[in-house]
T-cell receptor
């Protein structure tokens, strides 16, 4: 059974510092990995999707890497801003059209 | 067009009541998923539809939970005889799913269910 872990569960940084969020998964046979952002009381916003054949994806200040063989992904957020404060979730799927298995999330606070 | 929509956004039910939660996926999306998110945790899979066919219902916690998507678009998640442990946010997601696609899932805002 796939298990996804995100460490740390919570993170507080001063504005301007780079953020590094970790995600690990136990079964390396994945189809893709998605990173999401969730604001309090809201749904999930997709940030980046990395297919199993890819090593990384970038969007603006966000960069996500994938090391499938070691079961790890890292989300980097450069030059953090208070607006980046949210919970970040990673999730993996086993095949196309398959369910997502989520980690518990990392709650991020960026202090002005 | 619009993203995934869900209604109601908030639902308060007395223990023992039946509730129905609605999901409108993105137009043309073949796949539809329901997830349950307890406070402070990541979402957990409940059930999956491809068009009108329910292909996976392994995550439904009990036979009080029932989902349908009769015409392959709108879906309804029904919970009978609600219990306090059913209190959670129920999230719906859809994806396009042609062969070889990225299969990115897009989520709605969720329905927050509180059972008193």
């Amino acid at each position: 059974k796939q298990e996804v872990t995100q460490i740390p569960a919570a993170l507080s940084v001063p504005e301007g510092e780079n953020l590094v969020l970790n995600c690990s998964f136990t079964d390396s046979a994945i189809y893709n990995l998605q990173w999401f952002r969730q604001d309090p009381g809201k749904g999930l916003t997709s940030l980046l999707l990395i297919q199993s054949s890819q090593r990384e994806q970038t969007s603006g200040r966000l960069n996500a890497s994938l090391d499938k063989s070691s079961g790890r992904s890292t989300l980097y957020i450069a030059a953090s801003q208070p607006g980046d404060s949210a919970t970040y979730l990673c999730a993996v799927s086993k095949a196309a059209g398959n369910k997502l298995t989520f980690g518990g999330g990392t709650r991020v606070l960026v202090k002005p | 067009g619009a993203g995934v929509s869900q209604s109601p956004r908030y639902k308060v039910a007395k223990r023992g009541q039946d509730v129905a939660l609605r999901c409108d996926p993105i137009s043309g999306h073949v796949s539809l998923f329901w997830y349950q998110q307890a406070l402070g945790q990541g979402p957990e899979f409940l059930t999956y539809f491809q068009n009108e066919a329910q292909l996976d219902k392994s995550g439904l916690p009990s036979d009080r939970f029932f989902a349908e998507r009769p015409e392959g678009s709108v879906s309804t998640l029904k919970i009978q005889r609600t219990q306090q442990e059913d209190s959670a946010v129920y999230l719906c997601a859809s994806s396009f799913l042609p062969s070889g696609s990225r299969d990115e899932q897009f989520f709605g805002p969720g329905t927050r269910l509180t059972v008193l």
